[in-house]
């Protein structure tokens, strides 16, 4: 697929030589740096490519060199010689969303702590625009790709042919993913509103068309709604549960008509939980006392909010972001080893909802 | 500064020929996917490089033909063809600050409506970090840089050497800026108080150590303050006030043992505004009865809350991530071109916290 890896290395020479051809006096050499810090060149490759012992004497000696010389070694060339780009395309839902905004800023931190960068997709959910982010991480020589948007059919993914780790979904057994033990999830949060005293559950969930591990929580739901006997329902809101305003449209009309043959409800995301809370309240419906809800994530929205402290299950997103990225790395620089899925785990923060 | 610009073309063409260079059957070439649509390569290089005008039809068909071919142009080759990334570096604060993850989605929506990608950085406002962002950008051969972070001196930017464009500060005659009229905002707020009957006003604003345009904020509020003969002070948070468990802190300590001196206060970010409602609330003071409350961005942190419905100043953020994307696209894809400064108005909201 990648052709700059089939040159051979006399093919490689010649256009590293080219690139690192210096113009007159404007455009300092690695050589340069080596002379002015007093050190070998392979003493200055090791400090740029962070490879090998490097006391800090000698790292500063040679970064106080190159910023002397104002010397920026030429990454398009270093990526052809190392066949890496130190890029990772980071695919997510929509980062303005409060769950992948910090998703993604954790992502970042850990990749910046690695030397790697962060190239940023937002596929809105939409299947064509995942689709062309996928073609153009490809053309970009990306070194891998963390997928959290999973709007397109398992098979294109299988094609990528670069190193992939998914956030939330089972694609192969090629690609590892990542995921909060969501079964466990439905499961703490339907016995938490049973333990309430709760007689008649709702459980409001994403779309349930594409297979991912949060429809897991639904069946964690199900089944403890029928191991106690309780009469419960479940309602998709469909693949729009990422925008405030258009859940809040549909909670108002989906699920407020409804909602008095319920003393109980189970939210997929904080998200829906927010919603539906400023929806019954405004029509007085009092919370927790008539009504308890539940919802998922914690996400840092509702960690900010004041009023109400929503009951929620808690992912650990700094610890989601930190494997997701260091498998991935693990991945791209020792391609032959196997790496394990993860599933970690979820906790009930208890609030003033239930 | 970049080697690859100082190449003659015999030496271009060699390295693309290199790249281009197929491995057997297995890779296919520009030419096969010219043979299958039966157009010309040309024809296909406007296609991918979206140049020129293509009718839909041909333009289905050179994508159909590459689909099936499975060809990906090697973007690494096309940059050394183009002396172009078509990577724009962008610099914010913290991305998963409700303004900065908002503008952070809508510049990446922008960028890829014209083909260009996004490097995502985050300064967390440590000079250190944006210092090595920059150089890091420089490293990876962006095409330019969108500068939402302000925590190093003028001098670093001007050094820059690539097409750069600035969010809220005057760098230098050579880097274009965008800002909100910060000046109106601070006017808008503060007449808005002392219209709403208020006579002792504070404001907290960021950090006034680093000059930049949020600080007109504050000179909008002095001024109609001595104009209006209002008794008032002016206190500020420090470079803390993009987290919001600081921000509480912050106002805990500095600002509820004094605040029963004012009838109104005029916060420089929608955070600091929330933080001071839940505090007030939360020791019995009656908002906006007794205190009157405005803030500054309408995020999207603010917009989804509905308790309360914040006073604020809003700032046209999509529009701002418009012109910036736009404004150093411009500047990339023409150097010489002058790129005039933009000041975007802001509205007042009115909520029930005045």
């Known amino acids: 697929m990648d052709c700059v890896f089939s040159l051979t290395k006399f093919e490689r020479m010649t256009i590293i030589n080219l690139l690192y051809k210096t113009k007159g006096d404007s455009m300092s050499t690695i ?38 010389l104002d010397y920026y070694p030429n990454q398009i060339a270093r990526s052809l010689q190392k066949s890496q780009s130190y890029i990772i395309g980071l695919i997510v839902l929509d980062s303005n969303n409060a769950f992948f905004s910090e998703l ?19 596929s809105n959910n939409q299947p064509k625009k995942e689709e062309s982010y996928i073609n153009m991480l490809k053309q970009n020589q990306v070194d891998g790709i963390i997928m959290c948007s999973h709007s397109i059919d398992i098979e294109a993914y299988t094609k990528i042919n670069l190193p992939v780790i998914s956030f939330d979904r ?16 439905g499961v703490v949060a339907t016995e938490h509103l049973i333990g309430q005293g709760c007689k008649c559950l709702l459980h409001i969930c994403g779309s349930m068309d594409i297979d991912v591990l949060p429809n897991k929580r639904t069946e964690g739901f199900i ?17 729009h549960n990422l925008i405030f305003d258009k859940t809040l449209m549909f909670i108002q009309e989906s699920i407020l008509p409804i909602i008095k043959e319920f003393d109980g409800v189970f939210c997929s995301s904080d998200l829906l939980a ?20 539940i919802g998922f994530d914690n996400d840092s929205f509702i960690r900010m909010l004041r009023e109400p402290k929503l009951t929620t299950i808690a992912q650990p997103i700094k610890s989601i972001s930190k494997l997701l990225t260091n498998k991935l790395i693990s991945l791209i620089e020792n391609r032959d080893s196997a790496i394990d899925d993860d599933i970690v785990d979820i906790k009930l923060i208890k609030g003033d909802t239930t």
């Open 104 to 122: 993604t800023k954790y992502i970042e931190l850990f990749a910046n702590e690695k030397n790697y960068k962060i190239l940023l997709c937002n």
């Open 170 to 185: 089972v694609i192969s057994n090629q690609i590892p993913y990542v995921a909060s033990n969501n079964h466990q999830g």
């Open 223 to 239: 089944e403890v709604c029928k191991s106690n006997d309780i009469h419960f329902k479940v309602i998709e809101s469909g693949h």
């Open 31 to 68: 050589k340069d740096v080596a002379l002015l810090a007093n050190v070998s060149v392979t003493t200055v490759s090791r400090v740029l490519n962070r490879r090998g012992y490097i006391s800090e004497e000698v790292r500063r000696k040679v970064e106080e060199a190159m910023e002397q």
């Open 274 to 293: 927010y919603a539906l809370y400023t929806s019954v309240t405004s029509i007085g419906i009092k919370v927790p006392e008539e009504l308890k809800i």
